[in-house]
């Protein structure tokens, strides 16, 4: 029996390894970008050791500067847009999809599912942030960081933690290329064909789009 479960690991994944994902790639004289997205429940489950309960899509990202000089590279450049349903987001940090500080997943009103166990958290696809009012009464946003306590981290709490950082796409300054995931939340099933990765940073302005 536990060589039969061995041999289908093996089969799933020579047959994730065959596949082709959908893939977009972008290029001018100061930047190249190419993007292979993974929007399925099992490709991410296979990527992060865990499926986030359908919430997460995966963009596996490298960027290569093309100028002579260095490039600031940032997660923040980078939004995941759905021409389906217009829905949008950002990458979110490792620790926002695990550990203490995990985001709230925005589905439908009757219930409320959370990738984590923080539920005051912003919500994954509506991006939903909570906020506190201030005098005269402007709302801003308020950031919510993780508790912790002396001797904790994060990566005891939720082993998933470790590889979310591991995988994570790189930021800084650069000449060489970085490569790496970045990881958006969206409600609903989302196909590769739909989704746009928008890029906006000291590069310019462009879309990147996927196909088979």
Excluded: W
């Amino acid at each position: 029996m536990r060589l039969s479960i061995l041999a289908l690991a093996l089969i799933l994944r020579l047959d994730a390894a065959e596949r082709k994902f959908p893939a977009g790639v972008y290029e001018d004289d100061r930047i190249q970008i190419k993007a292979t997205v993974y929007p399925d429940r099992a490709d991410v489950q296979r990527l992060l050791g865990s499926d986030f309960d359908g919430s997460v899509i995966v963009v596996e990202l490298t960027v290569t500067p093309l100028g002579d000089e260095p490039l600031d590279i940032q997660r923040e450049h980078f939004q995941l847009f759905s021409t389906k349903d217009a829905q949008r987001s950002p990458p979110f940090h490792p620790t926002q999809l695990a550990g203490r500080g995990a985001l709230v997943v925005n589905v439908p009103q009757a219930s409320v599912t959370y990738v984590g166990n923080n539920p005051t958290g912003p919500r994954i696809g509506g991006m939903s942030i909570p906020t506190r009012k201030k005098k005269g009464g402007e709302a801003t946003a308020e950031p919510k960081a993780p508790e912790k306590k002396e001797g904790m981290t994060d990566s005891k709490e939720d082993p998933v933690l470790a590889t979310l950082r591991e995988k994570v796409f790189p930021e800084g300054k650069t000449l060489k290329p970085f490569s790496g995931l970045l990881y958006f939340g969206f409600d609903g099933k989302q196909k590769a064909k739909d989704l746009e990765l928008f890029y906006r940073g000291p590069a310019g302005k462009f879309a990147v789009r996927f196909k088979n």
